[in-house]
């Protein structure tokens, strides 16, 4: 990563809430409406809703029209020129599940990678008017209680710690079995909260996020707001999340290595 390329990426932080104003008006008309479901797994369920595709679209066709020569990697609708030095990454409504029960735990993840490397992100919740915002240096918030900077809270020690992962069942039996350890060693644990578990770490109101089986688009947004609030965001084994996998996001560096070694014990 260049002084160039990161300067420049934060360059494209005004551009992100045009981007989140185009993704809430193409999404919000169907939240808690009746539509469609379908299911994009034969042996699962996956679904994807109208408002995904739509709100897929709104974002690329400003990126499109403004920055035709930046890559795009979305959820929905596929990949297009990953070799840009620019590629925004986008999940249209991270936590389908929660938005087709009409909970509002969904968000909109809108990231921005240059030279590879999760440089600005956006996390956007338009029913209840919450944003969240990083470009790993610093991190923000805009919504119903204001404005204000994010920073994680200091938690050095497992037992005093709130944890969060979207649900046990993504994990293998391998990776259950470090999960349910450091779950009986932990304050709190959360289940179902999607994105705003990572905006919930950054913002201090919790200390970590524990998952796997990510994709780059169910990550990348939310590197930079995690890194910029003071956190870490790794692979169970410390590498790059860029590409998603097996993702762990601490609060505080201290916990992070101290989950990291847990993940790492065998079963």
Known sequence: MTLESTTSSNSFAPFLDKLADAASAAIMPHFRQGFEIDNKWEDGFDPVTIADKNGETAIRELINEFHPEHGI?????????????????????????????GLPTWGTLIGLKSAGTPRLGMMVQPYVGERYGGDCNTA????????????????????????????????????????????????????????????????????????????????????????????????????????????????????????????????
């Open 140 to 267: 923000w918030y805009r919504g119903p209680l204001g404005e204000r900077t994010l920073k994680t809270r200091s938690c050095e020690r497992l037992e005093d710690a709130t944890i969060f992962t979207t649900t046990p069942a993504i994990f293998t039996s391998q990776e259950r079995a470090a999960f349910d350890r450091i779950e009986s060693m932990v304050q709190l644990s959360r289940y179902g909260t999607d994105c705003y578990a990572y905006c919930m770490v950054a913002a201090g109101h919790g200390d970590a996020v524990i998952e796997s089986g990510l994709q780059a688009y169910d990550i990348v947004a939310l590197v930079p707001i995690i890194e910029g609030a003071g956190g870490v965001v790794t692979t169970w084994t410390g590498g790059s999340p860029a590409d998603g996998g097996q993702i762990l996001a601490s609060g505080d560096p201290r916990l992070h290595d101290l989950l990291l070694k847990e993940l790492s014990m065998p079963a």
């Open 73 to 101: 990697l979305g959820e929905e609708h596929g990949p297009e020129n990953l070799d840009a030095e620019h590629v925004w990454v986008l999940d249209p409504i991270d936590g389908t599940r929660a938005f087709i029960t």
